[in-house]
């Protein structure tokens, strides 16, 4: 951690977005957590995406949280119009580092509003259930949905605006829009007033439920010609402030990268900038996201090349790839991780039609998880099976 720019608890980012960080930091998470206000200055309504929850490795302290909400309780009481308040919390994924403490925050929440009108909304994109040929990279998320709601059971109405249906997570849709208007209405009103928008942008790979956010200028004071001129785009995990993200379905990121960068190439010539769901602040978005496009793209090319090169076209495993592709650039604490990146590169490509693949057993009673440590990262399931590069015609599970 020490080589990564040091966070402050509260940073005040734009005239729009107050970011609040996590004090969760690992391995995987970086400084922490980002969690973010978004507000107009002239509303006392607040809209606050992400929580905090647990880091890479180790579980979310109670002092972690204390820090944590506390920062969150003094940037709602800066807001320049009070009495401010958090309406609604949106949540970019299911994962816990993002979710685990949102049963906190609507708890201090509703201690901080009191009136029974002050209730909060929780609102969440759902995860792939497996119906309508979703795909497997998505099995393990299928019931994270509902592990949530139970996370949120004991909440009373005191707290939480429930759906007609009694549930106590809201359902994101793709294009859905909140706007944040000087009136002072609720965000789900979608007034349209002069203010700012907040669209939720459906990206899924990281998970199968990942969004981005677009944050537009609606102002009619804007200097800029269009009428709602993007001012920046929250990226949660899709796109990080340092390095690279990691992924469940390789075909899915790519696609949402490329979604990402159609949105972008048709906001003008200012960049705008990324807030990231970890790290720092990237100020031109759109480079970003072409280079995490591109980066996978060469990666891709390197595990064909590498494939082809093998001798008398014998199939080899993933971590022989790693070992090839990576050779001594990357310290052993990171190369089941690498691995298991490949791995979901070579998926694809067996998706394709262009790889082969022939599963074999792991050694006599080896524990993936004990192998790996136990830790943040595991013995990736297929570490094991054979790859190797086949025509199209040859591609067929199993046959090497």
């Known amino acids: 951690m020490a080589s990564l720019p040091e966070l402050p608890g ?3 980012l734009s005239k729009y977005v107050t970011r609040v960080l996590g ?3 690992g391995k995987f998470t970086l400084q922490g957590t980002n969690t973010y206000l978004v507000y107009h200055p002239a509303s006392p309504s607040l809209l606050l995406l992400d929580t905090t929850g647990p880091s890479s490795a180790s579980p979310l302290s109670s002092s972690a949280l ?7 309780r003094s940037a709602i009481a800066s807001h320049p119009t009070q009495p401010a308040r958090i309406t ?3 949540l970019t994924h299911w994962h816990r580092d993002h979710t685990a403490a949102v049963g906190d925050v609507v708890r201090m929440l509703a201690k901080l509003n009191g009136a029974e009108e002050a209730k909060v909304r929780v609102w969440k994109f759902p995860c792939a259930t497996g119906e309508g040929g979703s795909s497997d990279a998505w099995k393990s998320e299928r019931t994270k949905d509902a592990e949530l709601e139970r996370d949120l059971e004991g909440l009373g109405g005191n707290e939480l605006e429930r759906t007609s249906d009694g549930t106590a997570l809201h359902t994101l849709r793709a294009g859905q829009q909140f706007s944040l208007a000087p009136s002072g ?3 789900a009103t979608n007034n349209t007033e002069d203010g700012v928008e907040f669209e939720v942008v459906h990206t899924p790979g990281h998970t199968s439920d990942s969004i981005c956010v677009l944050l537009r200028d609606l102002s009619s004071s804007s200097p800029s ?4 001129s993007p ?3 929250f990226t949660a995990d899709t796109v990080l402030g340092h390095g690279t993200a990691v992924f469940a379905s390789l075909s899915a990121y790519l696609s949402s990268l490329a979604s990402l960068i159609d949105l972008l190439s048709t906001s003008g010539s200012a960049p705008i900038p990324l807030y990231p769901g970890h790290g720092e602040v990237v100020t031109d978005g759109l480079a970003k996201i072409k280079e995490y496009k591109t980066h996978r793209e060469d990666r891709e090319k390197q595990v064909v090349e590498a494939l082809k090169a093998v001798e008398g076209g014998e199939a080899v495993t993933a971590g022989e790839l790693t070992d090839s592709i990576y050779a001594d650039t990357i310290p052993s604490s990171l190369k089941l991780a690498a691995t298991h990146g490949l791995l979901l590169h070579l998926e694809k490509l067996r998706e394709e039609g262009r790889v082969g693949r022939v599963a074999q057993p792991s050694p006599e009673g080896l524990d993936l998880g004990a192998a790996g440590g136990g830790g943040e990262v595991q013995i990736p399931q297929g570490w094991f099976d054979g790859w190797r590069w086949v025509e199209a015609s040859e591609a067929v599970e199993g046959r090497l």
């Open 231 to 233: 001012l920046a785009l």
């Open 23 to 25: 004090q969760n930091p």
């Open 225 to 228: 010609s269009s009428a709602t």
């Open 185 to 187: 209405a609720s965000p």
């Open 66 to 72: 204390q820090t944590y909400l506390s920062s969150l």
């Open 88 to 90: 609604d919390i949106i």
């Open 10 to 12: 509260v940073s005040t």
